[in-house]
């Protein structure tokens, strides 16, 4: 069975540009979470989507972007770039029946802005 | 609002020796608690949880941890560590099994040496 695919591994853009990174779950996931892990911040909680609906949101601010489609992959789009957005972005897929309370994750997007 | 704070940011360790790694988090509410492992440019993988149950639960790789709901704690202990198990741990937490979002310690940087 496929794990967790992020798409780009790796990209580098400048500030004020806008990225969007792609997510695609394991088959039969239909709730999908997307992480930035950053040194200074650790791993904090972006937005959750299930069934094409936002269901969670965390602390960022509304260039923090995300979208679900019918068949479960998902987007994430940050805009007007910061230095500060440098960071690598994790995708999460689940189970949501039955529920396990597990996460799988993906590999992540590593995005450096300059 | 829910917390979790991983008391030691790295922990050495020589090879077949125990080790715990220590979590400890703050709710109002009942929770559920996770332990996840990342490995270098990997995302993460659960090696363990609590969601109801039996206060010690036992994990991959011969991890465990045990829940103490007195002490809000919830740490990670393994017998005899190996090389392989060099690794970024996190402890999470979250209000319901059924969700995406997790709240996450800073994580602790076990380095097994030789």
């Known amino acids: 069975k496929a794990g967790v695919t992020q798409t780009p591994r790796y990209l580098i853009k400048t500030r004020g540009q806008q990225v969007t990174l792609s997510c695609s779950p394991i088959s039969g996931h239909r709730s999908v979470s997307w992480y930035q892990q950053t040194p200074g911040q650790g791993l904090q909680f972006l937005f959750e989507y299930f069934s094409e609906t936002q269901r969670n949101k965390g602390n960022f601010p509304g260039r923090f972007s995300g979208r679900q489609f019918s068949n479960s992959r998902s987007e994430m789009n940050v805009s007007t770039l910061e230095l500060g957005d440098s960071a690598l972005y994790l995708c999460?897929?689940?189970?949501?029946?039955?529920?396990?309370?597990?996460?799988?994750f993906g590999e992540g997007s590593r995005l450096t802005v300059l | 609002a829910q917390s979790v704070t991983q008391l030691d940011s790295q922990v050495p360790v020589f090879e077949e020796a125990p080790v715990e790694l220590r979590c400890n988090y703050s709710?109002?509410?009942?929770?559920?608690l996770f332990w996840y492992v990342q490995y270098p440019n990997q995302g993460l993988q659960l090696l363990l949880k609590?969601?109801?149950?039996?206060?010690l639960v036992k994990g991959i790789n011969g991890f465990e941890a045990e829940f103490n709901k007195s002490q809000t704690s919830f740490h990670l202990r393994k017998p005899s560590v190996h090389i392989s198990d060099t690794a970024e741990y996190f402890c999470?937490?979250?209000?319901?099994?059924?969700?995406?979002?997790?709240?996450f310690g800073q994580g602790t940087t076990l380095q097994v040496k030789p």
């Open positions: 999470a937490v979250s209000p319901s099994s059924n969700t995406g979002k997790l709240i």
């Open positions: 609590y969601l109801s149950g039996s206060t």
């Open positions: 709710s109002s509410v009942s929770v559920y």
């Open positions: 999460a897929s689940s189970l949501d029946r039955p529920n396990t309370g597990e996460l799988f």
